[in-house]
Nanobody, 113 residues
């Protein structure tokens, strides 16, 4: 019913920036917000950030102050701006809709030291 596609991942040096995008299609009116998650090799998938329909944003401690989540409702696109990237940010990043939890396929982010 809802499809999400992430893009924007890649390889970046420590201290650099990337901007991820999550484009939503399907029953877009069922979406009240987007969450970003990430999963590093050998680690459990962890929550990164959330943006609500009202524009409220909340961040996980490891990314607070460096990452910014935003939305463009006209384009059904939700972005994660990642600045001051660290090697420990290396992971596959996923977006997830809510209240119904549909997942995208993920996009790889690799940060070199």
């Amino acid at each position: 019913q809802v499809q999400l596609v992430e893009s924007g991942g890649g390889l970046v040096q420590a201290g650099g920036s990337l901007r991820l995008s999550c484009v939503v299609s399907g029953n877009i009116f069922s979406i009240n917000g987007i969450q970003w998650y990430r999963q590093a090799p050998g680690k459990q998938r962890e929550w990164v950030a959330i943006i609500t329909a009202g524009g409220t944003t909340v961040y996980a401690d490891p990314v607070r102050g460096r990452f910014t989540i935003s939305g463009d409702n006209a384009k059904n696109a939700w972005n994660l701006q990642m600045n001051s990237l660290k090697p420990e940010d290396t992971a596959v990043y996923y977006c997830r809709s809510f209240p119904r939890g549909f997942w995208g396929q993920g996009t790889q982010v690799t940060v070199s030291s």
